[in-house]
């Protein structure tokens, strides 16, 4: 069984910045993947920033630019660098974690972590 851990969320003001950090732990052989995805009260959930562990990353039009996707491959950890927040980067944001493990692929998810950028 995998375990998906998110940490760093928080109330913070437009314009500023806040890191989230989420680590996979369990029966892992290989993390193939890791990301980030969010929901805001009446939204569905949307992908967020995406990477594979050979790097390659892929991030949503809404977050080009301000936020950064990378993975420590050794901790099994995922981190999101979110820079100039806006109000509508308000959401939970979950961390989703995609693998091999001893005896099966898994597809596991975090409980979330609430990020609410407010003046």
């Known amino acids: 069984q995998v375990q998906v851990v998110e940490s760093g969320g928080g109330l913070v003001q437009p314009g500023g910045s806040l890191r989230l950090s989420c680590a996979a732990s369990?029966?892992?052989?290989?993390?193939?993947?890791m990301a980030w995805y969010r929901q805001a009260p009446g939204n569905q959930r949307e992908l967020v920033a995406g990477i594979m562990s050979g790097g390659r990353t892929n991030y949503a039009d809404a977050v080009k630019g301000r936020f950064t996707i990378s993975l420590d491959n050794a901790k099994n950890t995922v981190y999101l660098q979110m820079n100039s927040l806006k109000p509508e980067d308000t959401a939970v944001y979950y961390c989703?974690?995609?693998?091999?493990?001893?005896?099966?692929?898994?597809?596991?998810w975090g409980q979330g972590t609430q990020v609410t950028v407010s003046s």
């Open positions: 989703n974690a995609v693998g091999s493990s001893t005896f099966s692929r898994f597809n596991s």
């Open positions: 369990g029966s892992i052989s290989r993390i193939l993947a």
